[in-house]
């Protein structure tokens, strides 16, 4: 982890018309798929730091935040910012099969996972808008998603805390079943702290206890969670 500076080059208006940040900054602070930067402007009536992750498939680097962006942020803006942070996906090299999904309303930060392992079968299970993608991607329907499961052998999710509860009904699993396959989420929370003060905000209810998607993720097995 390291503290640095950077400057806002692009604003994007991504295919999700979410906004997407292009951002001049030393590599070492680049965050991983799933891991994240925490960016400040340094203005004293500021807000709280901004998460940003890695998006899209693009080989250049595009940052795209989980909380709203501010507004006055605008190329030529200097950031202060400190990563990358946390854990991100960990994708073992072996799998021959991904699925990816977002429950969370922002596949952006799933997408530069295609590209990690050239050789693996992709398929993205949506029903909101994607960008161009290469060919070897398959698009589906996330109604597909419970039928295909058994096909993946890694499935990568983004979602939000809310979606816990909800999440074996929209996998297709019995009450109390889990994946077969690794399961990895990137949780989308606030993290205004980034561990630095233990705030608790982005406490993710755990097998025991709870995990901190600052520290502990934002990346998390399934398995480690309570859902
Ligand atoms: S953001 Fe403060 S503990 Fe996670």
């Not at 990358?84 to 960990?90: D, E, R, T």
Request: hydrophobic share 45%.
């Amino acid at each position: 982890m390291q503290n640095g500076k950077g400057r806002i080059t692009e604003i994007i208006y991504g295919f999700d018309d979410s906004l997407l940040l292009r951002v001049d900054c030393p590599s070492a602070l680049l965050p991983a798929p799933g891991q994240y930067l925490l960016a400040d402007d340094g203005l004293a009536d500021s807000v709280l730091a901004v998460p940003l992750f890695r998006a899209g498939t693009v080989p250049e680097v595009i940052l795209q935040s989980s909380t709203p962006m501010p507004r006055h942020w605008l190329p030529g803006l200097e950031l202060h910012l400190r990563g990358p942070l946390g854990h991100g996906f960990n994708l073992p090299a072996e799998v021959s099969h991904i699925a990816l999904t977002s429950l969370g309303g922002g596949l952006a930060r799933l997408l530069p996972l295609i590209g990690q392992n050239p050789l693996a079968d992709i398929a993205i299970f949506t029903d909101a808008a994607l960008p161009d993608l290469p060919v070897s991607v398959e698009v589906r329907r996330l109604a597909d998603l419970p039928e295909a499961l058994p096909w993946a052998d890694f499935l990568a999710l983004e979602l939000t805390i809310e979606i816990l509860p909800k999440l074996r009904t929209i996998l297709g699993l019995a009450p109390h079943e889990r994946p077969v396959c690794t399961a990895q989420a990137l949780i989308i929370s606030p993290m205004p702290c980034g561990a630095l003060a233990e705030c608790g905000v982005c406490a993710v209810p755990a097998r025991k206890g709870y995990k901190l998607a600052c520290k502990d993720g934002p990346v998390l097995d399934l398995k480690q969670l309570q859902w």
